[in-house]
């Protein structure tokens, strides 16, 4: 089965950053782009990052040149740096992977930025 588990959220204060981790297994990892996400109660769930099979990435607007996405191939792990970290950050962030005509997704890490 697929599964996602990530780690690496908490508290940190404006401008600081935290690193993300999701690690993925049941799956052929490497051709699959991947993805977080990230949503607060009450709002539709964002699309923050995504990285494809060949390394291409894509970012939201709002955290363009902050956040970076990357991945380690060998070891079936997608990563987000997240930088200059704002208190609008905050969220319960998702990875979240296509894979058999389905969208899986781990059950998030909450990242809390305030002062």
């Known amino acids: 089965q697929v599964r996602l588990v990530e780690s690496g959220g908490g508290l940190v204060q404006p401008g600081g950053s935290l690193r993300l981790s999701c690690a993925a297994s049941?799956?052929?990892?490497?051709?699959?782009?991947m993805n977080w996400y990230r949503q607060t109660p009450g709002m539709e769930r964002e699309l923050v990052a995504a990285?494809?099979?060949?390394?291409?990435?894509n970012y939201s607007d709002s955290v363009k040149g902050r956040f970076t996405i990357s991945r380690n191939n060998a070891r079936n792990l997608v990563y987000l740096q997240m930088n200059s970290l704002k208190p609008e950050d905050t969220a319960v962030y998702s990875c979240?992977?296509?894979?058999?005509?389905?969208?899986?997704w781990g059950r998030g890490t909450q990242v809390t930025v305030t002062s």
């Open positions: 979240n992977v296509r894979a058999y005509s389905t969208n899986f």
């Open positions: 049941g799956l052929n990892f490497k051709i699959y782009t």
């Open positions: 990285i494809t099979s060949s390394g291409a990435t």
